[in-house]
């Protein structure tokens, strides 16, 4: 649980950081603060570039600092990810919506909760390891399939195809499913990639916004009334018959 709580503290550091100038195509070099410093502006010319830890500066672990700059990056874009996907998750559930069949092989039904918390409580503890199981497997795939590590001047935020030896009968691209991106030119790819950086920190923003408010009614004003009360645990993601608090 300590390791946990470390990546999501580390992974929202990272969100500060600005992204690099180049797109998706050309992200194989590694990046320099001054690279984070010309894009900042474009993201968010109010703003410009924002590190008030100065983690851009940083050699993590031993590293230099253009390969700290590289784990910074794929963190905020692995995290505004995941934050798009609980923020639009969030608001599914606080309107009671589920899918129509069983949630579970036993036959449980999906919960018709009031927000997303209580349906992550209502899941079973072994289909909560299947899920952390799957991540895993997925984080695991990311860190050795790709070509070029992305602390090592690698793509950031890309997701390697299984191919055939991995997945029976031909290959699947998490990244690309339908193939739309590989007909893009290299300005609509860096177009997109800083579309999705921002829209990755607004989401990161709002979802800890609803987390906010579920916890302590008024912490955000604007959502007062909005978002369901919840008085679980966010930080228990299992039973303490598995997992003790700490």
């Given at each position: 649980?300590?390791?946990?709580?470390?990546?999501?503290?580390?992974?929202?550091?990272?969100?500060?950081?600005?992204?690099?100038?180049?797109?998706?195509?050309?992200?194989?070099?590694?990046?320099?603060?001054?690279?984070?410093?010309?894009?900042?502006?474009?993201?968010?010319?109010?703003?410009?570039?924002?590190?008030?830890?100065?983690?851009?500066?940083?050699?993590?672990?031993?590293?230099?600092?253009?390969?700290?700059?590289?784990?910074?990056?794929?963190?905020?874009?692995?995290?505004?990810?995941?934050?798009?996907?609980?923020?639009?998750?969030?608001?599914?559930?606080?309107?009671?919506?589920?899918?129509?069949?069983?949630?579970?092989?036993?036959?449980?039904?999906?919960?018709?909760v009031s927000s997303a918390p209580e349906a992550w409580d209502s899941i079973s503890d072994a289909a909560k390891l299947q899920i952390f199981a799957f991540i895993g497997f997925l984080e695991f795939y990311r860190e050795v399939a790709c070509e070029k590590h992305y602390m090592k001047g690698g793509k950031i935020g890309e997701f390697p195809a299984f191919d055939a030896k991995v997945i029976p009968?031909?290959?699947?691209?998490?990244?690309?499913?339908?193939?739309?991106?590989?007909?893009?030119?290299?300005?609509?790819?860096?177009?997109?990639?800083?579309?999705?950086?921002?829209?990755?920190?607004?989401?990161?923003?709002?979802?800890?916004?609803?987390?906010?408010?579920?916890?302590?009614?008024?912490?955000?004003?604007?959502?007062?009334?909005?978002?369901?009360?919840?008085?679980?645990?966010?930080?228990?993601?299992?039973?303490?018959?598995?997992?003790?608090?700490?």
């Open positions: 649980m300590k390791l946990v709580i470390a990546s999501l503290l580390a992974g929202c550091a990272a969100a500060f950081a600005p992204a690099s100038q180049s797109g998706r195509p050309s992200t194989a070099a590694r990046e320099s603060v001054a690279d984070l410093e010309s894009l900042a502006k474009q993201l968010n010319p109010l703003v410009g570039f924002y590190d008030p830890l100065d983690l851009s500066g940083k050699e993590f672990w031993g590293t230099s600092n253009e390969e700290t700059i590289g784990f910074l990056r794929e963190s905020e874009v692995k995290h505004g990810r995941i934050a798009m996907f609980a923020f639009v998750g969030y608001i599914v559930h606080a309107n009671g919506i589920h899918f129509p069949w069983a949630m579970q092989l036993d036959g449980t039904p999906f919960p018709t009968g031909g290959a699947l691209n998490y990244y690309d499913p339908f193939g739309k991106n590989k007909n893009m030119s290299a300005e609509q790819k860096e177009s997109g990639l800083r579309k999705e950086l921002n829209n990755g920190r607004l989401a990161m923003l709002g979802i800890f916004g609803f987390l906010s408010e579920a916890k302590i009614e008024g912490s955000v004003p604007a959502l007062k009334g909005v978002i369901s009360h919840y008085d679980g645990e966010f930080m228990a993601p299992l039973a303490k018959s598995i997992l003790p608090s700490l």
